[in-house]
């Protein structure tokens, strides 16, 4: 039988080659030192995000044979497609059904507090309604 030849796992020879470990940094130019402004103008911006406005969370039961519904109310501003896209959030995170009739947001169950997390997320004001 032939000999196997061992690995060495001592960290002794290193099994690739680096094509880079032959480079210095001789004969460069040296790096351009920044000033405070260029520093300044180069940071990202800590935009602090504006509030779209107040919108009311209410628990309805009434009138819907006996099921409780979290039904949001109050967006001024944003258009269909977008009410949508939260209703789709607060269904998926809640884990229950849910629709967009006449304006109002409607989620099936007593969802208030989900729903006022993921309001909050999106910079609305959720604001906890009689109901």
Do not use: W, Y
């Not at 006996?66 to 977008?82: C, S, Y």
């Amino acid at each position: 039988m032939s000999s196997q030849q061992r690995i060495p796992t001592d960290g002794g020879h290193p099994l690739s080659h680096s094509p880079f470990a032959a480079l210095s940094s001789e004969g460069l130019p040296p790096a351009p030192e920044a000033s405070a402004a260029e520093v300044a103008a180069c940071a990202i911006p800590v935009v602090k995000k504006k509030s779209r406005g107040r919108v009311d969370i209410i628990r309805q039961k009434a009138g819907r044979g006996g099921k409780t519904v979290t039904v949001v109310t109050g967006f001024v501003g944003i258009g269909l497609p977008e009410k949508e896209q939260l209703a789709k959030a607060m269904q998926k995170s809640c884990g229950t059904g849910g629709t967009v009739k006449e304006g109002r947001i409607e989620i099936q169950g007593d969802q208030r507090e989900v729903v006022a997390r993921i309001l909050a997320e999106a910079n609305f004001k959720p604001v906890f309604a009689g109901g």
